[in-house]
Structure formats: C-alpha cells, structure tokens
C-alpha cells in the first residue's frame, strides 16, 4: 500500500491518469513538483487554473485556444482556399510544427467507429462541410492517421465532398502510425507528397 495520504496521494493518483504515466512515474513527477515548489509546483497550479478558466474550442474549426475563434482561422493569410481535417488538437499541432502547411484547419474529435457509436454527427463532420462554401474552399487536405478508423473517415468524407479536390496525405505516415508521434521531416514528405483518394 502507498505511504502517500490525502492531497498527495490524489495528485499521484490525478497525474496517472495521464497519457504516458502510470502510477509510478506520476509519484515521481509529483515529488520531483513538490522538490521544486517555487519553481515549478506554483506556476504549474496557477496555470492550469489559468488555462482551466481559459480554454475553449475554437468555434469554426475546433482547435484550443483562450478565444471563440483561434488565431489560425482569424488569420486572413490561411484562408487560402486549403483547410486540413485532422482527428484531434493534438494533430493539428503537429502540423503546425512542420511548418509547411499554411492553410486552415478542421478538427474531427476522432474518428468514425461502429464499435464505439461513433457516427459523422458525433464528430464535426456537419461542420466541415458546412465550411466548404462558406470558405470558398478549392482543396481538403485529409492529414488523418493511417490506422482502419483513420483511413474509413478519410473515405467517408472523401465520399460526401464529389465536387472538390480532396487529397490524403501520402508516403511517410506508417500504417498505424498517429501524427502527434511523427517527427517533423515526415510530416513534410507526408503533406508535400499527398495524393487524390
């Protein structure tokens, strides 16, 4: 049983539940917090009430920022007729550290699954395609994970746009790789050698 009690022991526990710690690295990362209190445990506090207070969806497109419309889609200079659809926040930051794309973008919240009740309306797909002409949109970049659920929303939405130029991204991503673990030369090839589906 764990020596930790009280608060602690629920900070452990609240860290753990994080992507990528278990329980172990979580006590670690806390008392490494608690070590380091000036430094690090009291700013992380007060900016996680800050952006805890903050945060939203971005209304047109999805991404998170601290406004009802992110500084992507209030950027006159993206809206060049290109919008990419990725399935989460965490993708389009992806891409936005490339550095190569420099349209709008449009973000699922996952992809489409029969076995978990996933349909089109539960993502933003409705969206998206109410965006088309409103954006005046010539081109829609599919930048989605190449895994089945990835690849069955990428031909979904393929199949509800005939009328426009819809292309996927191409050589670089692995067969059930996610874009949030790719480094940023493949993103690149990946984008610069996108294809028509």
């Known amino acids: 049983m764990s020596e930790e009690t009280g608060d602690i022991q629920v900070l452990i526990d609240l860290m753990?539940?994080?992507?990528?710690?278990?329980?172990?690295?979580?006590?670690?990362?806390?008392?490494?917090?608690?070590?380091?209190?000036?430094?690090?445990l009291i700013p992380?506090?007060?900016?996680?009430?800050?952006?805890?207070?903050?945060?939203?969806?971005?209304?047109?497109?999805?991404?998170?920022?601290?406004?009802?419309?992110?500084?992507?889609?209030?950027?006159?200079?993206?809206?060049?007729?290109?919008?990419?659809?990725?399935e989460d926040v965490a993708d389009l930051w992806a891409m936005e550290r490339s550095g190569v794309f420099h349209g709008r973008y449009h973000v699922l919240g996952g992809t489409l699954s029969a076995l978990d009740a996933i349909g089109p309306e539960e993502l933003r797909i409705p969206r998206l395609i109410d965006r088309m002409t409103a954006e005046n949109v010539s081109e829609v970049i599919l930048a989605m994970s190449a895994t089945i659920d990835g690849q069955t929303t990428?031909?979904?939405?393929?199949d509800q746009l005939p009328n426009l130029k819809v292309t996927s991204l191409a050589q670089g991503v692995p067969v059930g790789g996610e874009l949030d673990y790719l480094d940023d030369g493949t993103i690149t090839a990946a984008l610069n050698a996108r294809r028509a589906l």
């Open 154 to 158: 990428a031909h979904y939405i393929a």
């Open 16 to 40: 753990a539940r994080l992507p990528g710690l278990g329980p172990r690295s979580a006590r670690r990362a806390v008392l490494q917090l608690i070590k380091k209190r000036g430094q690090l």
């Open 44 to 86: 992380l506090a007060d900016a996680m009430q800050t952006v805890g207070a903050t945060a939203r969806e971005c209304l047109n497109c999805g991404n998170i920022g601290t406004t009802d419309i992110c500084k992507i889609c209030e950027n006159d200079k993206r809206a060049n007729g290109q919008i990419c659809v990725v």
